[in-house]
């Protein structure tokens, strides 16, 4: 699409790894991060303001910065940025996409060994030069090996956090179309799939011809796939295919309702039509030849019609994977799904006083900004060393500092937590007497993950059954497009959270989505509850609660079954109930 604020974040980002890679200042690239925060969160119309060189009153902007926002802005390039790219081999960027490889492990890589690209580093660990380095060893090639057949398993495939900007950009554009008279986007994003190969997108139109041939145009199209008169196909510039389908007001139901999918959901819903002679497609509702059934289609406007016709509730398009949803919507059986505008707090958000970037003031001001009434504080522990984690002195300090902050509050109630590591053992990092002195507890596995299934699932249920954890943090560690899950017992973890009263966690980071939606079913029906949580370690991550509440809605979940839902007073009794009690 056309230069956005979004863009100009990836630029400045880019600029301090490339920085990094070429040994600059760490306050230079510090200032390159920082600006690319601030331009990400502003509010307001970020490009006029830098045309107008009107930017000295941002905070977090320094002069350098602001120059370069202005070129950005009124050319639409940066020589600076050009230049330092032209540095380096175009297939370095590559490297970052592999998981446990850092800036600095690629400048060596590069600087010794002249990898720039995953193919030349395949080749260095398979002729041992890798696990020569310093630093690296034989397990370390190991793992850089795995990783490359994780990225080359995954490739082609984006997370759908990834592409939601592209979504509402691409449907804006439609819409603003004269032809235009509705539009959607469709397949696995609509039914909110934590992962997507493409995007499908639906049009009805009068004249669809023109609408394949804008769809075409549209900036960021890199290559066009395919056009006719009917559909179009292009692709972006990250590699992302976009398929348009331009069809009649009238078969706009019928198309839309059929590429939204699954491929199992139309099957069924298939065979339902065929049972009331029938044939569903996606052009229309027909009656079979020689039925004598009236035609049904005249009176079918949306998807809603085309179930009412067949005797079913509507369904949501995140439940159409054809597990029970279709049954349900026969009994009339379906849930109401929680909406985003139903959360009126969350947990397990983190500061700099550990591994997040910004401090406690600013993650409650942009809590606040979300309208959350109540916010849960929650940095590492001691044993993620990695990421600062707090000792108990430490601990006991923040709390401190976060009830004096509370007090001066009227509008918002934090929470004093701790996402405590769950050791190899299944012990806590923090010990009985300290963690009492906590308004909640996220229980988290952060290392041994190599450990058996049973052994694994032994470990969690061990720090589940402490009176003191509240809720268990990302349940299988998982990194969507980079690092399978830990083996574990879903089920076993499960009907533990129900006997222990132990609440899990959806954490909405756009990595993670976990616990998976295809649990939360059965965890409902046990009367587990969960915490839709964003794991935010940057203001801007709070938006990470729109994700986690598409997912929550694909896992059934009602309003009733979210705990951070609920009213500050309805949270205030349940932290102060003993577990057993809850």
């Given amino acids: ?115 720039a690209s995953v193919a030349d580093l395949v080749a260095a660990c398979a002729a041992g030069k890798v696990a020569a380095l310093p630093g690296f060893g034989a397990k370390s090639a190991a793992k850089i090996l795995e990783a490359v057949a994780l990225r080359q398993q995954f490739a082609e495939r984006f997370l759908m956090g990834q592409v939601a900007n592209t979504v509402e950009e691409i449907l804006a554009a439609l819409r603003r179309h004269p032809d235009t008279l509705r539009t959607q986007v469709a397949g696995s994003y609509r039914r909110a799939k934590e992962t997507v190969q493409d995007l499908d997108f639906m049009v009805g139109t009068a004249n669809p011809a023109a609408l394949t041939h804008f769809f075409t145009q549209l900036p960021g199209v890199t290559s066009i796939i395919g056009s006719g008169d009917t559909k179009a196909s292009v692709r972006l510039k990250n590699g992302l295919q976009c398929d348009l389908r331009a069809v009649s007001n009238a078969q706009y139901p019928f198309a839309l309702q059929y590429f939204t999918g699954s491929k199992e959901h139309n099957v069924a819903l298939r065979q339902i039509t065929l049972k009331q002679k029938l044939n569903l497609n996606e052009y229309g509702l027909t009656p079979l030849p020689g039925s004598g059934v009236l035609d049904p289609t005249p009176a079918i406007h949306d998807e809603a019609d085309i179930y009412r016709t067949l005797g079913l509730d509507f369904i949501p398009p995140e439940l159409r994977e054809n597990r029970g949803e279709l049954e349900a919507a026969d009994k009339g059986t379906l849930p109401r799904l929680i909406e985003l505008e139903n959360l009126r707090g969350t947990f397990h958000c983190h500061t700099t006083a550990s591994d997040g970037r910004a401090p406690l003031a600013e993650m409650v001001d942009a809590a606040r900004d979300h309208g959350l009434q109540y916010l849960g504080i929650s940095d590492h522990s001691k044993s993620s060393f990695q990421a600062r984690g707090l000792d108990e002195q430490r601990l ?40 009492a002195q906590l308004d909640f507890c ?42 399978d899950a830990y083996a574990v017992d879903h089920a076993r973890i499960i009907d533990c959270a129900a006997a222990t009263r132990t609440v899990i966690e959806l954490n909405a980071t756009i990595t993670r989505l976990d616990m998976d939606w295809r649990w939360w079913h059965r965890a409902r029906d046990k009367g587990v509850l969960c915490s839709i949580n964003p794991d935010a370690h940057h203001p ?15 896992g059934w979940l009602r309003r009733k079954d979210v705990l951070n839902t609920r009213t500050l007073t309805e949270i205030q009794q349940f932290l102060r109930t003993p577990k057993a009690l809850r």
């Fill in 1 to 115: 699409m056309d230069l956005t604020p979004n863009r100009i974040a990836e630029i400045f980002d880019e600029i301090a790894l490339l920085l990094e890679l070429k040994g600059e200042n760490p306050f230079k690239l510090r200032a390159y991060r920082q600006g690319a925060e601030v331009v990400r969160e502003f509010d307001g119309d970020l490009l006029a303001m830098a045309r107008a060189r009107a930017l000295s009153a941002v905070k977090g902007l320094g002069s350098a910065l602001q120059d370069k926002l202005h070129e950005l802005a009124t050319t639409g390039a940066l020589v600076f940025y050009e230049n330092l790219r032209a540095e380096f081999p175009p297939t370095l960027f590559e490297l970052f996409e592999l998981q446990g490889l850092g800036p600095k492990k690629i400048k060596l890589l590069y600087d010794t060994l002249g990898i």
């Fill in 396 to 435: 006991l300090q923040q709390i401190t500092e976060i009830r004096a902050l509370n007090a001066t509050l009227d509008d918002i109630t934090l929470f004093a937590g701790s996402e405590v590591d769950i050791l190899r053992d299944g012990s806590l990092d923090f010990d009985d007497a300290v963690l």
């Fill in 442 to 483: 996220v229980a988290s596995v952060h290392a041994s993950f190599s450990l058996s299934e049973d052994e694994m699932t032994r470990r969690i249920i061990k720090a589940m059954e402490n009176e003191h954890v509240t809720m268990l943090g990302h349940l299988t560690g998982r990194m969507l497009l980079r690092r």
């Fill in 540 to 554: 801007s991550h709070f938006q990470n609660l729109f994700f986690g509440v598409r997912c929550a809605r694909k």
